[in-house]
């Protein structure tokens, strides 16, 4: 084997004892992802058999609501960076005061959430709805879009919660509670879906229920939120040989001024990049609708799937954001170094697993829809669009989370929200409003444009700017 295999070898693939820490971390938060994504798969298809309008409806509602799930985690996030470096420390005072501090981001971001949601609705769904829709068809989409957000809204706050409990279970390596509570609230979910969204027509003893459509969709995500906060809440408080970092969490409110200072300067930069980065995702989708209300359905058929075979991505940004937080809380810059390169090899060769079977099914999935067959050939087009540029997504995903764990968060900011805001949006709102390019060509564009990102990425990597240590000790 010659020197440069060797060094590559060396580099990108680690040892059994690297691996063994790894799954340990990614394992429970695929089993996570995946049920999270596949009932969001499955609920898609429920609301596709009501009817495409319907389905749009709820997509609209859900990219808004997104925005604010995304606010949330991009904030409790750069808290995060702390919690996890705490934990690698064995701090876990430290710890503590960052659940104190997540509790409070989270309280300031439901009052902000539930005011612009309840202020405005009507203004942001119109949004969705291109001009040339036909009025009844507009304002059936509409009334649909109206009762599930103002039932979602209900789901806010438990949300919120579970995501201040579950982060910071994660972020000291604990991630198969946050697994146990979010499959149970799946399970909770998929059943209440199906027998609200099309009524249980007697199959319960002593119970009946009506067929409720969107609005049973949004009861069934409300309750299973719900579910999932409590058990995360009860067992924390209630294990405390298990969860030290709990107890005592709520004897005082206080945090001291200087770690808060640097909260707030660290994290405000992701809490930014969240919600434009997230706002940007309505824009785009918005571009999108321009070409039509089949469009946004064809949309949100490819998200939907996208991030059920997303799952092993979406997990191993938050496993290297544990690993090489705790390295670099812990002092152990080597140890991080020599594991930065492997993850991202981890991170890529299970993307292109992946990528290969979304592709080889891409054409098939959308047949489980009730939609028109001009849709479900969109859809088609869009999966295999995603399945083909996944790769380039993995890579640049692991860029923005290496740079995260060191606390790097401006840079992160720039790399993440601005290349959206400063090249992808310009470019999709000119090409859509301005030209005449058709939906997959202008599609295909927009995803291929995060190469340059994976280039930039590689350079910050590969120079180190993200290894810093963030904690006092």
């Not at 680690?14 to 995946?34: C, M, S």
């Not at 279970?169 to 946050?178: N, V, Y």
């Amino acid at each position: 084997m010659s020197g440069t295999l060797l060094k590559a070898k060396y580099t990108l693939i680690g040892d059994r004892a690297f691996y063994k820490r790894v799954i340990a971390i990614l394992i429970p938060i695929v089993i996570q992802n995946t049920f999270t994504n596949a009932v969001s798969f499955v609920d898609n298809i429920m609301i596709g058999r009501i009817g495409e309008i319907e389905m749009s409806a709820v997509a609209t509602v859900n990219q808004l609501l997104f925005v604010f799930n995304l606010c949330i985690f991009g904030g409790l996030s750069g808290i995060g960076i702390f919690t996890a470096q705490f934990a690698g420390a064995k701090d876990s005072a430290g710890v503590r005061r960052t659940v104190r501090a997540k509790n409070y981001l989270a309280l300031a971001m439901l009052a902000i959430g539930i005011t612009v949601f309840l202020a405005f609705p009507e203004t942001l769904i119109k949004l969705y709805i291109a001009e040339d829709t036909k009025p009844e068809v507009a304002e059936l989409m509409m009334g649909h879009a109206l009762d599930y957000i103002y039932i979602m809204l209900i789901g806010l706050a438990p949300f919120a919660i579970s995501q201040v409990y579950g982060s910071t279970l994660r972020e000291e390596g604990e991630t198969k509670l946050p697994m146990i509570g979010g499959v149970v609230a799946i399970l909770v979910n998929l059943v209440l879906n199906y027998i609200l969204i099309f009524g249980n027509e007697g199959k319960l003893p002593f119970i009946t229920f009506a067929p409720m459509g969107v609005a049973g969709a949004a009861i069934a995500t409300v309750v299973s939120r719900y579910v999932e906060m409590l058990l995360l809440v009860i067992i924390t408080h209630t294990r405390k040989n298990k969860y030290p970092s709990f107890v005592g969490v709520y004897r005082t409110a206080k945090i001291p001024l200087p770690l808060c200072k640097d909260m707030i300067i660290k994290g405000s930069p992701l809490l930014i990049n969240e919600f434009l980065w997230s706002f940007g995702q309505a824009i785009l989708l918005q571009c999108y609708s321009v070409r039509g209300l089949e469009c946004v359905a064809a949309a949100n058929i490819s998200s939907t799937v996208l991030n059920l075979f997303n799952v092993v991505c979406f997990s191993m940004g938050s496993a290297i954001a544990i690993i090489l937080g705790q390295h670099l809380g812990a002092d152990e810059v080597e140890e991080a170094k020599s594991s930065v390169w492997k993850l991202f090899a981890l991170s890529i060769a299970s993307c292109l697993f992946m990528s290969t079977a979304l592709a080889l099914c891409s054409k098939l999935i959308p047949s489980f829809y009730d939609a028109s067959e001009y849709t479900r050939d969109l859809a088609g087009s869009m999966l295999f669009i995603v399945a083909c540029t996944m790769p380039i997504f993995a890579f640049a995903h692991a860029v923005y989370f290496t740079l995260r764990s060191g606390g790097k968060t401006l840079l992160t900011f720039i790399f993440d929200c601005g290349f959206t805001w400063g090249v992808t949006i310009p470019f999709a709102y000119i090409t859509a409003h301005h030209t005449s390019m058709g939906i997959i060509p202008l599609y295909l564009c927009v995803q291929l444009l995060d190469l340059t990102k994976c280039i930039v990425g590689y350079f910050l990597i590969k120079k180190g700017i993200w290894i810093n240590r963030i904690i006092s000790d």
